[in-house]
Nanobody, 125 residues
C-alpha cells in the first residue's frame, strides 16, 4: 500500500473554487493510477475523477464533468483536483486513491488499494 496525504479542503460558498492536492509517499508515483472519491454520511463512497499514468486519460463522474479537473505533476509527486463552480451538493469528505492497476470499473472504490485520510470540503449556499 501507498501512503497518501490530502490537503486543500475547506469551507467555501457556492460558485467558489478549491484545489485539492494529494502527495503519495512513493518514488514510483508516476507508475500509479490516481483517483478522487468523496463520501457523505449515509451514502457509499462516490467516484469523482481518475487519471491513468499510462495514457494520461482522465475520467469523471457525470455531475462534476466540466467543473472539476484532475491532473498530475510527476515532478512534484502530486495529483490535484481543481474544483470550480462548487455546489452545496459537492459537500463531502474527499479521498485520494492510488492503484497499480487501472480497472475497467475504475469507479468502484473497492478496487483501489491505497487511500488517504480524507479532507473535508463544505460548500455553503
Amino acid at each position: 500500500q501507498v501512503k497518501l496525504v490530502e490537503s486543500g479542503g475547506g469551507l467555501v460558498q457556492a460558485g467558489d473554487s478549491l484545489r485539492l492536492s494529494c502527495a503519495p509517499s512513493i518514488r514510483t508515483f508516476r507508475r500509479y493510477h490516481m483517483g478522487w472519491f468523496r463520501h457523505t454520511p449515509g451514502k457509499e463512497r462516490e467516484f469523482v475523477a481518475a487519471i491513468s499514468w499510462t495514457t494520461e486519460n482522465t475520467y469523471y463522474e457525470e455531475s462534476v464533468e466540466g467543473r472539476f479537473t484532475i491532473s498530475r505533476d510527476n515532478a512534484e509527486n502530486t495529483v490535484y483536483l481543481q474544483m470550480n463552480s462548487l455546489k452545496p451538493e459537492d459537500t463531502a469528505v474527499y479521498f485520494c486513491a492510488a492503484s497499480e492497476v487501472f480497472f475497467k470499473d475504475y469507479n468502484n472504490y473497492t478496487l483501489w488499494g491505497s487511500w488517504g485520510q480524507g479532507t473535508q470540503v463544505t460548500v455553503s449556499s
